[in-house]
């Protein structure tokens, strides 16, 4: 196991209703002028807005809101949101959505506070400070209600680009599950691919001696394979609903990530498709997984067949492991197709001859990415034809 | 799952070497004047007071010292931590040691910054302010380094509370598995057990559709089945010990607790024998478990099933799921044996003769804890026969 920091501080506050206890939560954390950010007409149409302007109302603090953040959320808005936090003196950010509305959120954050462009974060600096963020989660997938991550699209060329430090952590997040159960099963999916791709991402390592970390993302995997399907069939299935929100947060506030090198070229692969389809991000990420796993599979067979045994149920062969391994990949293919999510260009709507256009655009982050298995040009090119 | 709220701030600083920057922690989280806070001589045989002094004194930080802490922390010692605190104006308490020297140093933190008497917080009162402690871990057992618990031994009658509160959890904690290896294998064993124990405490409930933190609470058991036995048979290997380390942690943040009701029970039954016989808290739960769960076995049989084949290995008899929740309840006992724990009154050295007078006394807690089931008088009396 590697040394490690590991600081997760995010208040959490889980369960029914509870985004009524919004306003005091933004209290506690020392907001008074608020920025509401959130993305389309939903949390309008629910009148989950409502219910969170009111509670806000009630604790005596006054708010300015900012909408019409877009999955694969864009610069454009979060300049808009700066200047805006910066012309109006605001001094806490509360985000109310998915993770496109959090990052988009966090991404704000830094640049009120920052002289320079707020993009400086996610290409050459590590970011120090930022407005405190609170959220109130709507969907269960990109984990940044608990982590200091946030992903943001630049116009300009489609780059896709990520920003990471503790202070980008909320300071506190609502997860209602209930609020969950309005979304279509195809969203619904695409979230559920996306918590286990970053188990996925810290799971694939060449730290040894990782056990605990290990099973954690066992875990989370297990609950995954259990509780999906269950949603899928009934998406006002409340406990279902619930287990996946909190594997959601668990699986990328990094607890299962700490000690060990991580991988994180499968997400690097998957931008270059939500790029330039703007697909989801779940349904980029269940055609690139298992074309990744396949090509990279030689490189530690036995690590693919734990996973096949301990999450998928295979039985081990011992005599050919890599048997065992392919048929995790396999059933996690079957898995994916079974909740409704592509598992090939063909199903995703990607081209073949995009690829060396993706590969292009790719390149620029070789070099950053990569702990279990670096990727040169041709490795990338051949995952991407491994997922036609 | 039932609606919660979790919050685990502490900042853990994990890996080889690194007790060497606890003045730089202590410094970032506030503290000029601290009160070391250690139990008996190995801390300072072993070299590791003189490296945290020297780190302290590099970051220009002053500080007095208080050793002595006994296994059972006593309140004897807290009332002499406090009275120092607050003659000396000591605004940082660090503890150097284990779980027992950890819930000092919460205790004397409490009791630092009130004018009653700290032991209200353990009796009557919840605490809402405490210095802030940081810890530099020497055992993986209690937890304490990431919970916000601490249990404290009153001389008179040998009470043994527990107090609880968010304030009390550590704003650092120095985890060098490094530290554990000189722990002599009992040492290691019951710390072990312990840890173990703080999951069982809290995989067996009520609360349905809990499936995530049943399967993080799994992931904690079979990492120990794994890593116990490896440091038994290697106290030098730092694998296994770091692995561990990070379990303990894992087991009492509470993570792997929410949203569900808990039981405690156990914990109170071996609270007596502890307390009676000054035996190892690890010990004595690895006397207590076994019994408790034969005797609450009937309430949920298929949830001792389930812990039986997904931790213990066991094969699911589905003609007799009974006899696969016995199979594991057996398991667990050659477990503890196979690493050195006895297992019943017998090798513990308790008597049966004793068991009216700890019925007698654990009847104060009865009604504050039993999530799983309620223990009535003969119930508590039926599991200390069963443990004979």
Redesign the interface.
């Known amino acids: 196991?590697?040394?490690?920091?590991?600081?997760?501080?995010?208040?959490?506050?889980?369960?029914?209703e509870?985004e009524t206890e919004a306003g005091r939560y933004v209290k506690k954390y020392g907001g008074n002028k608020v920025l509401i950010h959130y993305g389309g007409g939903s949390v309008v149409k629910s009148g989950l807005l409502d219910r969170v302007k009111k509670s806000l109302t009630e604790e005596g603090l006054s708010f300015i809101e900012l909408g019409g953040v877009m999955p694969n959320p864009r610069s454009g808005l979060v300049y808009t949101g700066v200047e805006l936090c910066k012309k109006e003196g605001v001094d806490f950010i509360l985000a109310v959505g998915g993770g496109s509305v959090i990052d988009s959120a966090k991404a704000i954050a830094m640049g009120a506070v920052y002289d320079g462009d707020f993009w400086d974060f996610f290409s050459v600096k590590r970011p120090e400070k930022a407005l405190p963020v609170g959220t109130i989660l709507t969907i269960a997938a990109a984990g940044s209600e608990g982590s200091g991550d946030a992903v943001i699209t630049k116009e300009e060329g489609m780059l896709k680009r990520g920003s990471g430090g503790d202070c980008l952590r909320p300071r506190f997040s609502i997860l209602n599950?209930a609020l969950t159960q309005s979304l279509p099963a195809y969203q619904t999916a695409c979230g559920a691919t996306d918590i286990m791709a970053h188990v996925f991402e810290r799971y694939f390592t060449n730290t040894?001696?990782?056990?605990?970390?290990d099973?954690?993302c066992?875990?989370?995997l297990?609950?995954m394979l259990?509780?999906v399907p269950r949603v899928i069939e009934d998406p006002n299935n409340y406990?279902?609903r619930?287990?996946i929100m909190?594997?959601g947060m668990?699986a990328h506030n990094n607890?299962v990530g700490?000690?060990r090198e991580q991988d994180w070229n499968s997400h690097g692969l998957e931008h270059e498709l939500s790029a330039l389809y703007d697909c989801a991000h779940g349904a980029g990420l269940a055609v690139i997984f298992p074309a990744w796993m396949t090509y990279v599979l030689d490189h530690d067979v036995l690590r693919f067949a734990q996973m096949a045994t301990r999450v998928f149920g295979c039985e081990m062969n011992f005599q050919n492991p890599k048997a065992t391994a392919l048929e995790g990949i396999w059933r996690l293919k079957k898995f994916f197709t079974s909740i409704g999510m592509p598992i090939n260009f063909k199903e995703l709507g990607a081209r073949e001859e995009d690829i060396d256009y993706m590969v292009e655009k790719f390149g620029i982050g070789i070099g950053k990415t990569g702990g279990f298995v670096a990727l040169d040009r041709e490795a990338v090119t051949a995952i991407y034809h491994l997922a036609l």
């Open positions: 196991m590697n040394n490690f920091d590991f600081c997760s501080p995010t208040y959490f506050v889980f369960g029914k509870r599950p040894k001696e990782v056990e605990i970390t099973r954690l066992e875990a989370v297990l609950t259990k509780e406990e279902a619930a287990n909190w594997a668990v607890l700490v000690g």
